[in-house]
């Protein structure tokens, strides 16, 4: 066991995938002996070499269109956009080429070795263009998996299983944790399963549930509420696509009460797919409306960030709402 | 030599590749980096006034980055980006358009904003994100944008604006405004597609748009030579879509007046837009968020210290009797204080309504926003110690 952030973590992972596999290759913007403007790629050129991790032109559609070219021809391709805000330029590759590239050529073709790393999310003073949760854009878009990791040990096992998965991988990376979330890793090599939630703390009362970085504000809440007595049932949903709807619905079954907090608006988020899924599954068993706690329907701000934001006090009334319903 | 007619190409019948030899472009320069203009070189229109309005609007701007950057140090603001090392390029280019003429920036393009009108106040309030910024302090700092000096705010994401540049040019002609767009980008941007789009649109429509690329030599920490681009740069990219185009040394403020008075001409008396060149470098780190010493060497640096715009400018103002090292000093002392007393005000200004959060996001707020907006009230009146910014001023 090592003591990592979430960056080092990333690193780490990183590290592995291309010391255990030559067609292994990390590029994008300032990736190169920069190590990118969070350091994520850092000491990755001086091990394995310019021709294995590398600098890009700054043209986010010719990353992603590149990394699903170099991913068709049999590599491992693992392309960093600098902010998830900056993804939108390579739009049109990942809906209509990684999504559909192995199921309209049916299966001739494939772009399973790509994954493509980007940081998410907002609290760090970003304004609009530095914090945008993009998840639900990508979410809708079959074909495509989508990862994103609450600590460091997740980011590792993760990333691991995302760059060698058989799929291509979107993986969202909580900036605002980068450096904040710190806990053990182990050294050696590690995956964590895809499309699986992971049940951080059992509860009878109500079911949080979150990804990425809004988990952290979930498990303040729950701190809070457990003072009121409430016995929280905490999830992290890691795969936003596939989602893993049998572990929710079996959560809710039993709590009957589900609180989903996400830091993008309301609107069309992600949220909202879920509950409308539960609902079904567990329709019976609710004793309150399904909640959703989430940013305005307003582009991400700045001098109003902390007013926008999803904070632990949202989810404790929420909570709090769920139960005296 | 035989000709296919159809296209206007001439026929070969051995088999040659171009390189990029082809096209070799030169780079304008008139003012030596001693500030002695160069023998014979033709200079741009100016008269006393206006090199005094370009230098002061140097100085400001050397002042204010200092400043900012400082304050971003200490935590008074959040983010700051200089333009140090490049003031000439924006505001050399600035200089040669007419008020009504709409400039659009990428980010470091704050000589240009200045030059244009824009008050020490109007920068602070927009860097503090004050109930007085224009841009009622949703975007970063250094997101400036004022409709009344026709200058377009600013979007983080790169090249946007590049093709947004083509379309308004194209409505200026159509309205025959007499009026041309000027459009920053740096040479980074210039790998993204829309800045593609934009020259190839300009060039199909013939719209009186000027590109002016600053290439400064690093995007963030890539440099651009090998890195950004395998060939000459940018302007031949401008002769390939079929642009009137030029080079010139982005150090020089007479070669980028000259440069740019020129286009301007081109761009509204014929349609041609046109693509410029300036060659410079980032002094500053790409913004305080960057620590450039991780990928560029000291030496390298001080190479370009040497080439200053500043003092290149303040050379030739002296030797024109325009200026005396005094008076360039007591202005800079002016300009110290200036910048000092706006921002202690502006610090002071409070933030913007919460009621702002969902203005502006269509022209009318939405029922919806509207209701969300009454919800997010009442949570902070109960938790005003939580949100202090707003708690105390919410009805």
Known sequence: MAKMNLLQAINNALDIAMAKNDKVYSFGEDTGGFGGVFRATSGLTEKYGRQRNFNTPLVEQGIIGFANGLASQGSYAVAEIQFGDYIFPAFDQIVNETAKFRYRSGNEFNVGGLTIRTPYGGGIAGGHYHSQSPEAYFAHTPGLKIVTPRNPYQAKGLLLSAIFDNNPVLFLEPKRLYRASTGDVPEEEYTLPLGKADVVKEGKDITLLAWGAQCEVNEKAAEMAEKDGISCEIIDLRSILPWDVETVAKSVLKTGRLVISQEAPLTNGFASEIAATIQKECFLYLESPIARVTGLDVPYPLCHEKEYFVDHLKVYEAIKASMNF | MAKDTKHNIDIVTEASFLDASALTIPMLQILKEDGSEHKGAKLPEFDQALAEKMFDTMQFIRILDERMIAAQRQGRISFYLASLGEEAASIGSAAALQDGDMIMGQYREQGALAYRGFSVEQFMNQLFSNAKDLGKGRQMPVHYGCAELNFMTISSPLGTQIPQATGYAFGQKMDKSGHCTLCYFGEGAASEGDFHAALNMASVYKVPVIFF???????????????????????????????????????????????????????????????????????????TSDDPTGYRSREEEDGWRKKDPLARMQSWMINKGWLTEEQAESNLQEKKAAVLAALKKAEKVPAPSIDELINDVYDQPSEQLKAQLDELKAHIRKYPDAYPKTSGSID
């Open chain 2, 213 to 287: 690329c600053r290439n400064n030599g690093y995007a963030i920490s890539t440099p651009s030579q090998g890195e950004q681009y395998g060939g000459d740069g940018i302007a031949p990219r401008g002769v390939g879509y079929g642009l009137k185009t030029i080079r010139v040394d982005g150090n020089d403020i007479l070669a980028v007046l000259r440069a740019t008075q020129l286009a301007r001409k081109l761009a509204v008396e014929e349609n041609e837009p046109v693509l410029i060149e300036a060659m410079s470098y980032r002094m500053a780190g790409h913004s």
